[in-house]
């Protein structure tokens, strides 16, 4: 069975800095991997996806993410944080064939300090 | 708007009382997805249509729970007899199956049993 770990629960930054959000997956065969984001109360929206090919994929909102088997991660990268980036962010993974729903991790909340 | 739609956003029940949750999917996607989410986790899986067939079921989703999908566009979900432990936010997806596609979520509806 597929799983996803998120070790970090809650992270704050302040707004410019960098920002690192960590994603370890399990999976027997080529996972999709995807970060989405979900502000309060609201639905999730898809930030990126990896489903084959270069491993350091751009995202929306200027975030990316790097896809390396050896460690089974797949991290989110922002350079710069901006105050509209705190929300709660979700790394799923989901199988390459059939259904292919979303396996999620438990989130990383983000604050964002002015 | 042509996203995922979901109705009612926040729904207030007694328990022992039935819902019932709509999903309205983008409409040439022919795969539609439910999952829930508890306070503080990840969405999880509860169950996938592709078209008007319901091709799973995770064991989340008890013998109280049903989910249709008539005529392969909107779905309902419904609860029967509903109980504390089914409060949550209840999310749909949907996406067009085969390829590298991803699912779209619906902003959810929330359910508060009381």
């Known amino acids: 069975a597929q799983s996803v770990t998120q070790p970090d629960i809650h992270i704050t930054v302040s707004e410019g800095a960098s920002l690192e959000l960590r994603c370890n997956y399990s999976?027997?065969?080529?996972?999709?991997l995807f970060w989405y984001v979900q502000s309060p109360g609201q639905g999730l929206q898809l930030l990126l996806k990896?489903?084959?090919?270069?491993?350091l994929v751009q995202g929306i909102k200027g975030f990316e993410a790097e896809f390396k088997r050896s460690q089974s991660s797949f991290n989110l990268r922002k350079p710069s944080v901006h105050w509209s980036d705190a929300a709660e962010y979700f790394c799923a993974v989901a199988r390459d064939t059939g259904r292919r729903a979303l396996t999620f991790g438990s989130g990383t909340r983000l604050q964002v300090q002015p | 708007d042509t996203g995922v739609s979901q109705d009612p956003r926040h729904k207030i029940t007694k328990r022992g009382q039935n819902v019932t949750f709509r999903c309205d999917p983008i409409?040439?996607?022919?795969?539609l997805y439910w999952y829930r989410q508890t306070l503080g986790q990840g969405p999880e899986f509860l169950t996938y249509?592709?078209?008007?067939?319901?091709?799973?079921k995770s064991r989340l989703l008890s013998d109280r729970f049903s989910a249709e999908r008539p005529k392969g566009s909107f779905s309902t979900l419904e609860i029967q007899r509903t109980e504390q432990g089914d409060s949550a936010m209840y999310l749909c997806?949907?996406?067009f199956g085969g390829g590298n596609t991803e699912a779209f979520f619906g902003q959810g509806t929330r359910l508060t049993v009381v």
């Open positions: 999976y027997g065969a080529t996972p999709y």
């Open positions: 249509f592709q078209n008007e067939a319901q091709l799973e």
């Open positions: 997806a949907s996406s």
């Open positions: 409409s040439e996607h022919n795969r």
């Open positions: 990896y489903f084959s090919g270069d491993t």
